[in-house]
Structure formats: C-alpha cells, structure tokens
C-alpha cells in the first residue's frame, strides 16, 4: 500500500505522517523492528530495494517511510527501480506499508536543474496515479485558520481556554504566526500551560504573552523581507513599528542568518549536512544565499558589528539605521 503525502503546511503533513506511524505502532508492530525512516539524500539502490523487499520480522507487515526524496538528484537505476516498484505494487500483504513524504511542494523548487525538475515531476505524477492514499495539505484560508485555532485549544484544554480567551484573542494569535502552525501551536501550548499555574491570570496577561510571541514571528518576517530583497515589506514594517524595542533580538538573530549564508557559500552541501536545524530553515537559507555574493554578505557581516558599538554607545537609532540599511540594499 502506497501513501502520498505533500505540502507546503508541513504542520499538518507531519501529524499526519505521525499519525499513520502511531496507528502502525499501535495496531501492527509495538517494537517498531519492522518501521524504517530514511531519508531521501541518504537512500541508495540497495537500500531502496533491502527496505521495501524485505520480509516482516515476526508480524504481517512491514512500514517504510521515505523522506524529502524530491529534492534530490536521483541515480538513473535508482529512479528506475523506484519507477518500477510504483508500477507493479499491487497492494498485497508481502508489500511493506510505503509512505513517501515530502514537507515542501518539492517540484516547484526553482533551484534545481531541468534534468531534476523532470524526474521529480515525473516520479510524483506517479505517485499521484499509483498511490493507494494521497493528500496535499496547502495553507488554510483565514476563516480555516481560525476554526482550526479554536478546535485546537477545545482539545488541547479542558481549562476553558478557548472560552477565556474569545475571538479577540484568537485574532491576534492569527496575526502573530500567520501560516506558521508551528508557531500558532507552541503559543496555544503556552498559554494553555500559563493557564494551568496560573488560574486567575487576566487577558492582559495572555495578551502580553501573545504580544512577545508575535514581536519575535515580526522578526523574523523582517529578516526573511531583507534576505529575500523584499524591500518594499522591509521597510512597511520598520515604517508601522514592529521592530521597536527589539534591536538585541533582531542583531542576534540577522547576524546568525548572515553566518549561516556565508557557510552556505562556502558548501551548499551543508544544507543538506547539518541536523541540528529542520530542513526546510536550511532550504531557505540555501535560497537567500543567491541573493548576493560573498563579497556583500562579509559587508554585511561588518555593518552589523559597527552598528552593535553606535548602538551601544548611543550614537545611533536603531530604526533610521534599519531604514537606511534596506534602503542601500535596493541599490545592490
């Protein structure tokens, strides 16, 4: 049996995927002997064919979970066997439980040569003919959003969260993480958890933990504008304020970002190196590179470094010098 699971909300694409590895756990194999987890960039032909022809040990079935295989450059004989297991799978108990996952909408990239993009359209129109279950999970619309925030704190909390908080509150937290599930659902967590210990906390007190949230998610959204060269939303919201106060938070983590692009241009292939930061920050930061040269990014790195001693020393405000900054960045 073939899964097919794809997406730009990799939020929702990983419960799922957890979701269909619990219910195995649970309902097949508890030892999970017979689960595998690769990962597309290490899979080789031999390891393809050991993982979905081998027999299941003591249990009906075997479960093989196939990662981020669309965002690499395939062997010929690898994507020839891979093309021609998916066409003779027939559903059958001896065929292990095969799930192909991808977090990003993989076949859109514009990194990737024409000989790449080709296969990886042509493997996935053929996971999308051959597979037993398949689902693409997009980014809600606002009105789905809301809905979703409000299920969640009902089955998250048996507090009365959701309540205390109304549709207020709701909105805010719509405003602070946007798209990002991730970031809408470790906030829910937190004020669920703050709800806990503190019973009688007031709406002042979850609207501040909202508000501290959503300075760091503008943050970031700041970052991404410049490093992505959107200067037009750079500088909306350095013009609307919600960069105030926050130049610690913003120098430390620019500075990270344009460390980590200088790393990247010496070896993109620690993109697909470093495991101690999810795959899709490094897919992104792989494409942020492009966007200058090594020259502009060490110029950067410097700027950075003398506004940390003017700012220190009182000679600089901090929000001229961001707006002078991307203004300059227009120009490059």
Known sequence: MIFYLWGEDNFRSKQKLNELKEKFLREVDSTGFNLAILEGGEITLDIFRQSVLSAPFMTRRRMVVISGLLNQKLKPELENEITHYLNRATNTPEEPLLI???????KNSKKRTSAVKAKTNSISELLLQKSDYTQEFTFFKKPELKQWIKNELKVRSDSGVAKFLGDHFIDILLACGSHNLWKISTIIDQLIAYHHNNPSFDKDEAQNLINIEAVEHNIWQLIDAILGKDHVLALKLVEEQQVKSSYALFLSEFSKQIKLLLEIKADESIVYQKIDRPRFIMLKALKFSHNFTKAQLESIHNQLLQLDRDYKKGS??????????????EII
């Open 316 to 329: 600089v405000d901090f929000r001229s010098w961001l707006s002078l900054f991307i203004a300059k960045l």
């Open 100 to 106: 192909f996952y991808e977090s990003e909408n993989g």
